[in-house]
């Protein structure tokens, strides 16, 4: 019996291959976006953690000097005689050719484990290890120096940070050229009981908690979420098409459903049976997904790295590590798609009265009373959606909010068309007119998924776009307020430094510092910057508030400008004070400051050099000509062999900024491309499902005097009509997308909000973009309706199908 | 002579090979008259009947109705002879599902731009439909429908009415009742008839038999 019964079912997909290949490839597809952008998401994680662990700073406690400096490694005798329990490390830069790397000196033997990311247990390891013969590098970091030019055998370490050479502490010290000095300690968590006080012991070094370097995770953290949040968008979108192809299978096995059922399968074991179906269907679709979200990983990571690097300074591997977890998630994914969208019509499977006449029809027919469900929940969620505008706070309410809105939008979409198409039925005179409105309203519970996804990926196209679009405005705006010096020069040393702005002073019509010094900003990594009081400013700085006589506040050292970052995080308006070690101030001015992840305060060169006296002040910006920068240039280099890079004009920093921001977008726009892709097709494929059961509700009205051309004129008006009406509801949808993108999500997210542009020729782009969609969607079943020959549609009076 | 049908064929391609339904059929209808077609399940008299609706076209041989020859009509023409020329009336597949029943009944008169809302009206009322005017059709029985589709293919007044076992779906009392409807409105209007049916008794009741066999008229 359950033999039979399944060849009865699998029958169906053998004779529906394009049925069985939309489900599929339908899920494929949402599996693929979703966990393409997981794979991107674990590759980040892995790496930060790996830069987190080696740097042992994550859980372990440092020693160091109070001014930062190298210490004498005497220090870490007297604490090991004392019983401490602490590890010897050095750290500088080490330069190898053209490219430098951080060089970290261990010693393998005091370390505690979690300071050490490298497998020593092999004696064979370790000997060479501890003579200094051989250090360990990312192998991704090796490929990119030339390994002739490295001053020892480099064996390659896959838990390392990228960038960062593992030597012993003997080779480090020997290789910077700083014997018997060390940059710090490592404390072990656990000492042992009544040591001496640390002050007794070593009185210069201070005790530091753990560095917020791993911080790097916190801070791009937003920028997962923004990926995450797309790739579910995707996903549901996806699972739209699965919904639909699902839906129409068990529709139209529904005569053998209750044959079988007739015949004496209990519905329990029918439901068994379908559930494994869609089991199999799932875990196949979920292979081939987690294939292309592989692709689509492998595709997307450099884009990925290359924004992190640049927003954010953490540094990703370009290449793709797959880990098994991450496959387990994307079937399991899968699975719950499906199951999600299957339930439905399982639901019906069971409770499907064995003797009911077959109604093969009753899956197109408007039911009035889910387009009010439908109402009502979408009214719900823009209702929910409304409320947490006004009230909540944070990153993942924003989320929930754009979530309930777009979902809400979504839900509406159906009834409103409904609506829509029957008032202008009852408007129009024409027979045919109401004859195609009152078709096309009959068609929306069948097409409204795939409207739904086309909707949907519309409202995300407008609303990434239009944030995408306002941010560039602003941002190339903002980059000439930023950028107004003309020639930005960067000294290796300070007295090399001091020694080109004596060169360039008499030349320019002025040379301002660029100093900073890291500073922690309300609890999270910041930065303090010297600001000089110059025009240049005063004139062009992209001040968002100011108090009265703001510039002279700040050169008078009487005031300090934050950036808006810190200003939202901290809270702080104008007039508070704000405290640094040693000095405080109150806030006179706050400034945009895009594309920059951390808290910044700006005080006048005095005040600079009085709080952070050992700050190199290495930077400078110099107004002068832009003729005369290249002779200026060539004059540097000749005088200081200064390189290249640390000459750089306005016009190149421009350009690299632009550059970075159009890459950390680049992985926006292609997900919104493959989202708007995956719309078309679910549009594709409901057409076509459509098609082959409109065949008797298209034979009367053929019948009864219309041609076949004409016929499918009208059908390809009504899904012009319908795409029509779809970008036109999309677009207010986008718009809110984007608000809350500008208004909201952007502040939770970097600390910034930008004002909103409206770009109504992206609007045409994409409105005549979907209606191309739907007409081509729509064109290769029409043309197949046009050429049903006359035979065809007059089976459809001969039999009872 | 409103129907002329001479030496028509007609070939369908089956699974197993070519199959010749019709092999040269004759046979005329006038204006008024009703004429009962009978025949095998199978026999060829649904195909007859859409050839000479303008459904389809005859491999061989004439279909004239109303003076035209079908098959010089290009798709256009046809389409206007279904429209104009005849009413017809299925089995089942009748009704449009998303237009009730007031709309249905007058959807093929005001396509053939012959819309009399009187006409409609008395055909609503002479079909007892008048009470079920806002209805749609899953929201009537089977008799009812079949009532609906008569009062359609009445309400463009065409000079010729076609109709394949109108009544095949229904049970016999409310087939008679449909067919008695049928009948006197078509004697009533001075339409001609031409009537598919398995039934001798049905068949008896119209002016005229023809017997379909073999692709044959017997
Ligand atoms: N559109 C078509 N395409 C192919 N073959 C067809 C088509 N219509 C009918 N046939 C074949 O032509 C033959 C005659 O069919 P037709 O429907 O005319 O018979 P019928 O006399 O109306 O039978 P019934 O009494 O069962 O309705 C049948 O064998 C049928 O299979
Ligand atoms: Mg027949």
Redesign the interface.
């Known amino acids: 019996m359950t033999g039979a019964a399944l060849s009865a079912l699998w029958g169906h997909w053998r004779r529906h291959p394009g049925q069985s290949l939309t489900l599929v490839l339908g899920l494929a597809l949402a599996t693929a976006l979703w966990s393409g952008v997981q794979a991107i998401n674990a590759e980040a994680r892995a790496s930060y953690d790996r830069a987190a662990a080696a740097l042992g700073q994550n859980d372990l406690d440092t020693l160091g000097a109070s001014d930062g400096r190298l210490f004498d490694q005497s220090a870490y005798v007297d604490l090991r005689r004392a019983g401490w329990l602490v590890s010897p490390a050095l750290e500088g830069r080490l330069r190898v050719g053209e490219r430098s790397v951080t060089l970290r000196g261990l010693d393998p033997l005091t370390a505690p484990l979690a300071a050490n990311p490298v497998d020593l247990s092999d004696p064979g390891d370790l000997a060479p290890f501890l003579r200094g013969e051989v250090g360990y590098l990312h192998p991704e970091t090796l490929a990119t120096l030339d390994p002739t030019l490295l001053p020892l055998r480099v064996a390659p370490a896959l838990r390392l940070p990228l960038g960062v050479l593992i030597v012993d502490i003997g080779a480090a010290q020997r290789l910077l050229d700083q014997p018997g000095r060390v940059s710090h300690l490592l404390v072990w968590p656990n000492q042992p009981r009544g040591l001496p006080a640390l002050d007794a012991v070593a009185p210069d070094l201070v005790r530091r908690a753990p560095q917020a370097r791993a911080d790097v995770a916190s801070l791009t953290d937003s920028f997962h979420l923004n990926l995450t949040a797309f790739g579910f968008l995707a996903f549901a979108v996806g699972l739209f098409i699965v919904h639909s192809a699902i839906g129409l299978a068990f529709e139209q096995r529904r005569t053998t459903f209750r044959t079988l059922r007739a015949l004496g399968l209990p519905a329990g074991r029918l439901v068994g049976l379908l559930a494994a179906e869609v089991t199999l269907l799932a875990l196949l679709a979920g292979g081939i997904g987690l294939g292309l979200g592989a692709l689509v990983a492998a595709l997307l990571l450099p884009d990925v790295a290359a924004t992190l690097r640049g927003l954010y300074g953490a540094e990703v591997t370009g290449a793709l590590t797959l880990r098994p977890a991450w496959a387990l998630a994307g079937l399991g994914l899968a699975l719950a798609g499906a199951f999600a969208a299957a339930a439905q019509g399982l639901w019906r499977v069971l409770r499907l009265p064995v003797l009911a006449p077959a109604q093969p029809?009753a899956w197109l027919?408007a039911s009035d009373r889910g387009l009010v469900v439908q109402a009502a929940m979408a009214a719900l969620l823009l209702i929910l959606a409304g409320i947490i505008a006004l009230t909540a706070t944070g990153l993942i309410a924003a989320f929930v909010l754009l979530a309930c809105l777009l979902l809400g939008a979504a839900l509406a979409l159906p009834p409103l068309l409904s609506g829509l198409l029957a008032l202008a039925a009852r408007r129009t005179r024409s027979?045919?007119g109401?004859?195609v409105l009152?078709?096309t309203?009959?068609q929306v519970p069948g097409l409204g998924l795939a409207l739904m996804a086309l909707m949907l990926a519309l409202a995300a196209n407008i609303g990434v776009g239009t944030m995408v679009s306002s941010f560039r405005m602003t941002f190339t705006g903002w980059l000439d307020q930023r950028l107004a010096s003309e020639f930005y020069v960067t000294g290796r040393t300070q007295d090399e430094a001091d020694a080109i702005r004596a060169l360039l002073a008499p030349q320019a019509l002025a040379v301002l510092p660029i100093w900073r010094a890291a500073q922690p900003l309300a609890g999270a990594p910041g930065e303090v910057y010297a600001v000089a009081d110059h025009p240049t400013y005063r004139d062009n700085w992209p001040l968002l508030r100011a108090g009265p006589q703001v510039w002279d506040r700040v050169a008078d050292g009487t005031g300090l400008l934050i950036n808006e970052q810190l200003w939202r995080r901290s809270g702080l308006q104008l007039g508070d004070r704000l405290d640094l070690p040693g000095w405080s101030a109150p806030v006179v001015g706050v400034y945009s400051d895009y594309g920059n992840p951390k808290g910044q305060v700006m005080l006048s060169p005095d005040r600079f050099t009085a709080l952070y006296p050992d700050a190199p002040r290495l930077g400078m910006a110099v107004r002068i000509a832009p003729e005369a920068i290249p002779a200026l240039r060539a004059a540097i280099s000749d005088r200081f062999g200064l390189p290249d890079a640390l000459m750089i004009d306005q016009a190149a920093v421009k350009r690299f900024s632009l550059g970075v921001f159009e890459r950390t977008f680049a992985v926006s726009g292609a997900l919104n491309v493959l989202t708007l892709g995956v719309a078309g097709f679910a549009l594709l494929t409901s057409f076509l499902t459509l098609a082959a059961m409109r065949l008797?509700?298209l034979?009367?009205?053929?019948?009864?005097?219309?041609?076949?051309?004409?016929l499918a004129r009208i059908e390809l008006a009504r899904a012009a009509i319908l795409a029509a009406l779809t970008a036109l509801y999309a677009l207010p949808v986008g718009l809110a997308m984007a608000w809350t993108l500008l208004a909201v999500v952007n502040v939770e997210a970097f600390g910034w909000r930008l004002p909103m542009f409206l770009f109504p020729g992206q609007w045409a782009v994409l409105g005549a973009l979907a209606l191309g969609a739907a007409l081509l969607a729509a064109v290769w079943p029409v043309r197949r309706l046009a050429r049903t020959p006359?035979?065809d549609?007059?089976k459809?009076?001969?039999h009872?199908r | 002579m409103l129907v002329a049908l001479t030496g028509v064929e007609k070939t369908y391609a089956s699974a197993d090979g070519p199959q010749r339904v019709l092999q040269g059929v004759d046979l005329t209808l006038d204006a008024g008259r009703s004429l009962a077609l009978t025949g095998e399940s199978g026999s060829g008299k649904s195909t007859l009947l859409h050839l000479v609706g303008g459904l389809d076209v005859p491999d061989a041989g004439r279909v004239m109705v109303g003076g035209q020859d079908l098959s010089r009509l290009d798709d256009a023409g046809r389409a206007r002879h279904r429209r104009e020329g005849v009413g017809i009336v299925f089995q089942q597949f009748n009704l449009i599902p998303s237009l009730d029943v007031a709309a249905n009944l007058s959807f093929q008169a005001r396509l053939a731009g012959r819309h009399d809302p009187a006409w409609s009206a008395r055909l609503l009322d002479r079909l007892g439909l008048t009470g079920l005017a806002g209805r749609y059709p899953e929201q009537l029985s089977g008799g009812q429908q079949q009532r609906v589709a008569i009062g359609r293919a009445l309400a463009a007044r065409p000079p010729l009415i076609l109709a394949d076992e109108p009544t095949g779906n229904l049970d016999e009392a409310t087939g008679d009742a449909v067919l008695d409807l049928l009948l006197d409105l078509v004697r009533d209007t001075g339409t001609a008839l031409l009537m598919v049916t398995h039934s001798t008794r049905l068949a008896a009741r119209l002016d005229a038999r023809a017997h379909l066999s073999r692709g044959r008229l017997a």
């Open positions: 029809r027919r027979v045919l109401q004859w009152a078709d309203r009959q008797p509700q034979a009367p009205i053929w019948a009864l005097g219309l041609t076949r051309a004409r006359p035979a549609l007059l459809v009076f001969a009872d």
